[in-house]
């Protein structure tokens, strides 16, 4: 068994994950649009670029995404992406890019469980939770 993260974005997936792909070190495996689709199935005309079905690899971790409808579209809620770094550096680093234009919830600083522990939406509508562990002994 394998669980996987499908995250749903309302029309800009590609944006999102080439800014991943820039900012985590990602690879982007799979990245097909609804135009691209086999058959004949009727596609909108406001989906035909969007991303049908998308996989990426950050570090080991698969995570797959696509583009729904804007109706249907909504930023994440009570779920979050949990990113564990090596360094407060790469802590910093990474919440300055990924926060930008989006919303923090707890900003990036010291608890008794890590040297740096953040929460915030990126402008592409993910939760993120961002840690650089402490060793508890």
Wanted: overall charge negative.
């Amino acid at each position: 068994m394998k669980l996987t993260t499908y995250l749903n974005y309302g029309g800009n997936c590609a944006q999102a994950l080439h800014f991943y792909e820039q900012h985590l070190g990602g690879k982007i495996t799979t990245m097909s649009t609804f135009a691209q689709m086999p058959g004949d199935a009727p596609v909108a005309p406001e989906m035909k670029d969007s991303i049908l079905h998308a996989r990426m690899l950050i570090g080991d971790t698969e995570i797959m995404a696509s583009d729904v409808p804007p109706g249907r579209y909504q930023p994440m809620r009570s779920a979050y992406l949990s990113l564990a770094v090596d360094s407060s550096e790469e802590a910093e680093r990474i919440f300055a890019a990924l926060s930008e234009g989006g919303e923090v919830f707890m900003p990036l600083g010291e608890t008794f469980f890590a040297f740096r522990f953040a929460m915030f939406r990126d402008k592409f509508g993910a939760n993120w939770m961002l840690i650089h562990e402490r060793p508890m002994h």
